[in-house]
């Protein structure tokens, strides 16, 4: 059974720094895409980062520049590390993996449980 994990969520002051990791355990044939989403109390899940396993990424235009999403392929990990974080950067973040299992004929969707992220002063 697949499963991810995050960590490293918590409280910041505006400006400060956050590194969120994310590692996928189970038996796994292949990751493709691992990524980190967004949801602020009221408003929808949003897209924060993504990062294939070719090295491509796709940031959310309110990140880009603060945020840096990186992985190690060998230990299925995605981290997430988060510059300059502002209040509006506040929600839960979920990690999430586009992966294809080891007994199954099909990839699919993974997510995390979630980690809060809270920038307050």
């Known amino acids: 059974q697949v499963q991810l994990v995050e960590s490293g969520g918590g409280l910041v002051q505006p400006g400060g720094s956050l590194r969120l990791s994310c590692a996928a355990s189970?038996?796994?044939?292949?990751?493709?895409?691992m990524g980190w989403y967004r949801q602020a109390p009221g408003k929808q899940r949003e897209l924060v980062a993504t990062l294939t396993n070719a090295g491509s990424t796709n940031y959310a235009d309110s990140v880009k520049g603060r945020f840096t999403i990186s992985r190690d392929n060998a230990r299925h990990t995605v981290y997430l590390q988060m510059n300059s974080l502002k209040p509006e950067d506040t929600a839960v973040y979920y990690c999430?993996?586009?992966?294809?299992?080891?007994?199954?004929?099909?990839?699919?969707?993974?997510w995390g449980q979630g980690t809060q992220v809270t920038v307050s002063s």
């Open positions: 189970g038996s796994i044939l292949s990751i493709y895409v």
């Open positions: 999430n993996a586009d992966l294809h299992p080891l007994y199954s004929d099909s990839r699919r969707d993974y």
